[in-house]
């Protein structure tokens, strides 16, 4: 038998080599998705019943329903980002807002992103608005007329804060965006409401009377062009876990001060560092969202829109058998729909998808 000529380095390196190989081949195919990657790729909810599974900003959502493109009192901005959707009690409060909005001589909202369908970190932008309880709003008084879909997607909205000292432009701020927010911070199912640190500053030094409200008001960076209305988490979701509660004080105190110092705005000293979300995998989110991705769908984005009154029910397809913890089911025998009236302090039923109700025949 011939005998090696390999010294024993070189076996131990081509040993060493062929175990490295033999635990690749060990591991799965390929690396674990990241969570963004399988969340922004979903186009439709879940057909199942509503819940918030996890935090605002690490988690997921099913039983989503979406806002309309339009309504008597609102549009959707940015139609290609699929972000219209959301727990129904939340859409159901935005419906509610801009009716009341309207009221107040708001001339309607432009609604901007929600969530994607089934919630989790999104392809851009947020950290948050992951498990269907989060809207932005712009600053920007809807038009009178109805925008196309191109206008919607290029439309800027309004600049409310001048950049360098991040104070309101007088020009801009009017009474009826005071009304606005004092109504969205109104709702008791609101629990806080994001805006630019010069928003809150102006309010501080403009609103009288009652100024109980203003402590849902919450400073943090960005947020001059729209507001972010939070709402808690609702019955029905065991597992979605609450922020903790704002002050009771106004908040116009220290607080506040302090963005208005250097410090809130000094560069970021490592601007190239990765986002939560980039990095976030589905091991990184509530074991629920796997049963998430998993769960079947309706028919359609309009089987899934939420249009008020009591409508009937989408029952999905039946389900395959689940590889994770499964969600609660639709059931065709839950035919009372979700009311328009729909608050953050009632029991959400389990009655699935909404779908709108037949309309009535032209006049």
């Known amino acids: 038998m011939k005998s090696s000529t390999r010294s024993p380095g070189a076996r131990n390196s081509v040993l060493a080599a062929a175990l490295a190989l033999a635990g690749l081949a060990a591991q799965p195919a390929a690396a674990e998705e990241r969570a963004k990657d399988l969340f922004g790729a979903e186009k439709l909810p879940t057909a199942t019943a509503a819940q918030s599974f996890g935090f605002y900003s690490k988690g997921c959502f099913s039983g989503g329903v979406a806002i309309p493109m339009d309504g008597p009192t609102w549009q959707v901005m940015r139609p290609s980002r699929n972000r219209r959707w959301g727990h129904p009690a939340l859409i159901a409060l935005i419906e509610r807002l801009s009716r009341d909005a309207v009221a107040d001589g708001w001339p309607g909202l432009l609604i901007g992103d929600i969530a994607q369908p089934r919630g989790g970190p999104m392809l851009t932008g947020h950290a948050s608005h992951q498990i269907g309880l989060d809207a932005d709003i712009w600053l920007t008084p809807m038009p009178d007329r109805t925008m196309t879909r191109a206008q919607r997607e290029t439309m800027s909205a309004t600049l409310m804060v001048d950049e360098k000292t991040h104070l309101v432009k007088d020009a801009l701020w009017t009474p009826q965006h005071t009304a606005l927010l004092k109504r969205a911070a109104s709702y008791p199912q609101v629990e806080r409401i994001l805006v630019n640190p010069g928003i809150k500053k ?6 009288k009377g009652d100024r109980s409200w203003l402590r849902k008001i919450r400073p943090f960076w960005g ?21 903790e509660a704002t002050p009771d004080d106004d908040g116009c105190g220290k607080p506040l001060a302090w963005w208005f110092t250097q410090e809130p705005w000094r560069p970021n000293k490592n601007p190239d560092a990765p986002k939560a979300r980039d990095l976030m995998m589905m091991a990184n989110l509530p074991k629920e969202c796997r049963a998430v991705l998993d769960a079947p769908g309706p028919a359609s984005a309009e089987a899934a829109t939420y249009h008020g009154d009591t409508v ?7 389900a395959p058998e689940p590889e994770a913890p499964s969600l609660p089911a639709v059931t065709a025998s839950s035919a009372a729909g979700l009311p328009s009236a729909l608050n953050a302090f009632t029991a959400t ?11 009535p025949p032209a006049k």
């Open 202 to 207: 102006k309010l501080c030094d403009t609103v």
């Open 223 to 243: 947020h001059d062009y729209h507001f972010h209305m939070r709402v808690g988490c609702q019955p029905g979701s065991p597992n979605c876990k609450a922020q």
């Open 312 to 318: 009937p029910i989408a029952v999905a397809a039946p």
């Open 349 to 359: 039923p389990e009655v699935g998808v909404p779908v709108p109700r037949p309309r």
